[in-house]
């Protein structure tokens, strides 16, 4: 009765009984304290907070003590524990810890009774997470957007904190690995991911892989935003696969201006101006239908939260399905609802977050970066060449990353020749320089700064991309493969324009 009294005390905030299942904390305490192997079941279960007793609680962080420190527990190293925490007395003494083994016989059901409580837990805090953002809402002088995102936030933190990966026996997954191993087979180019539209990248990456985050970085005026504009018009225009755009920096209109630019070879600031001449004219109304045919779907909300990110990406996913997601750029997103020491850990729970979101939805995230200064005081022709030690704020976005490319233009730096005598005017380097499933090394491509576009080196004439060049390779070589046929979408009578 006296614990009923004491259990009834602690919801006097709520007006009635939180979830909770006392009788069921007891036999599972009880059941840790009779069985060795009791506590290895339910360690990820079960937590000292997700037992509703104050006193339990107290039972199961000695109980855990114990066997992390991989000592015995039993009735009495439990008793012992508690006394030296300090705390014996706290939970009832010695006669508690024998009440609650007297009464358990084997510890046969503590998984399940762990699920119970782990469940009652995760009641109860979404119970407290909702009482504070009512609490909230009800006062006038909060900011509601900010309290929107702040409630996001925080039921995100809740949601990874009780999200439990359970393993899996190697069995299918060894089935699903050869279906898609007999897929590439049946591809005569080897193209098992999203085609990139650059043919040497895709003969190192085997196009954008599922689950993959990869981090597309440069500095400033390098063209990443034009790297990547022209990567979402190969996907989305040329093989009309559907992609989502997030730009936190431009304003879909800009972004949009600049992909007009790339389709229909006008200069940018012709299209800002309007000063066409009648060609130029001609090729904006063959091809601008080829544009909005295409399944491309921008987002241009500016300080965009990473959880307002997820919910419009699985929406994206679900509602259009989006197969790739590109956001410009990283440094530009926050992470309202949580409180960080520094915006280095603040970008690295971003990043952590793209990537959870890249394995959730099982499909590519590209997200653009930013490097630090420290290129601009390195001296010489290799100390213009960007390093993964220059990713800005966070060394976790590197260790996050599947993949991880520089767009580098050595003739911005007066660097017209490589190492190999190769002519660098008009050509920009994109540098693998990580790569999980795959080699490293440099593919160069044409830059073409007017329309804002990257391309295949023209030296090809076979492809009406081109076939692209590899340079400083670190694989082995290969023959170039061949991407899927192009999307067919309305482009004019007289056909796409060959770039």
Known sequence: MADNKKSR????????????????????????????????????TLHPETFYEPRNQKVYRAIQSLSLEENPVDIMTVTEELKRQGTLDE?????????????????AHIEYHAKILAQKYLARQLISFASVIETKAFDETIDV????????????????????????????????????????????????????????????TAGWQRSDLVIIAGRPAMGKTSFALSLAKNIAVDYGRPIAFFSLEMNNVQLVNRLISNVCEIEG????????????????????????AAPIYIDDTPGMSIFELRTKAR?????????????????????????????????????????????ELDIPVLALSQLNRTVEGREGPDGKRPQLSDLRESGAIEQDADMVLFVHRPEYYRIFTDEKGNDLHGKAQIIIAKHRKGGTGDVLLN??????????????????????????????????ITLPPPYDGPIGADGPLPF
């Open 315 to 359: 929406r994206l996913v679900r509602e259009k399905g989006v197969e790739l997601i590109m956001i410009d750029y990283l440094q530009l997103m926050n992470a309202n609802g949580a409180r960080f020491g520094s915006r280095q850990e603040e970008v690295s729970t971003i990043s952590r977050s793209l990537k959870g979101l890249a394995k």
């Open 91 to 107: 939970v009832g003494g010695p006669a508690y810890i024998l009440d609650l083994s007297s009464h358990v016989a084997s510890s």
């Open 145 to 204: 957007d900010e309290l929107m995102q702040e409630a996001e936030g925080s039921l995100f933190e809740l949601s990874q904190k009780n999200m439990r990966q359970d393993y899996t026996q190697i069995d299918p997954v060894v089935k699903q690995a050869v279906e898609i191993l007999q897929k590439a087979a049946a591809n005569k180019g080897g193209l098992t991911g999203i085609p990139t539209g650059y043919t040497k990248l895709d003969d190192y």
């Open 269 to 292: 600031k012709k299209i800002l101006n309007g000063q066409l001449d009648d060609d130029e004219w001609n090729r904006l109304d063959k091809n601008v239908g080829r544009l909005q």
């Open 9 to 44: 005390s602690l919801d006097n905030s709520y007006a009635h009984l939180q979830p909770q299942a006392i009788d069921i904390e007891r036999i599972v305490l009880g059941a840790l304290m009779i069985d060795k192997d009791a506590f290895s079941v339910v360690s990820e």
């Open 447 to 480: 830059f073409r700064g007017e329309f804002t576009r990257f391309e295949n080196p023209s030296d090809a004439g076979a492809s009406p991309f081109g076939s692209g060049e590899i340079i400083g390779s670190r694989i082995n070589g290969g023959d170039d």
